[in-house]
């Protein structure tokens, strides 16, 4: 019999990194992330708001690192960063790393 594959959505970070953190902890414990049957998948909308937004971009990009199939799609909050230099309420620097702003415009 074929097993299913589990898809563990999660959007709206909006720079919380902790309540963040602590979700990724939580679902380590219930789900084996290294398995190909489970696949997370981010839904956007990772900055503002939070005090925390830089910090959210690189734990999704060590995610994106560990599990590589991790699935990472832009809101409309990446979106109006990358076109506007749009700040709301984050604590991105004016200059991102490289790395950070490739990873903003896929």
């Known amino acids: 019999m074929k097993r299913k594959k589990i898809y563990l959505a999660v959007g709206d970070v909006h720079g919380c990194w902790r309540e963040l953190d602590l979700l990724l902890q939580k679902l380590g414990q219930q789900y084996d992330l290294e ?53 709301d309420e984050n604590d991105l620097p004016a200059v991102l790393a490289t790395e950070t702003v490739e990873f903003l415009k896929v």
């Open 35 to 87: 398995s190909p049957d489970v696949q997370m998948v981010f839904l956007g909308d990772y900055i503002d708001r939070g005090d925390s937004s830089l910090r959210v971009l690189d734990r999704l990009l060590s995610v994106k690192k560990t599990f590589p199939d991790t699935i990472l799609l832009k809101g409309n909050h990446e979106l109006l960063f990358l076109e506007n230099g749009y700040r």
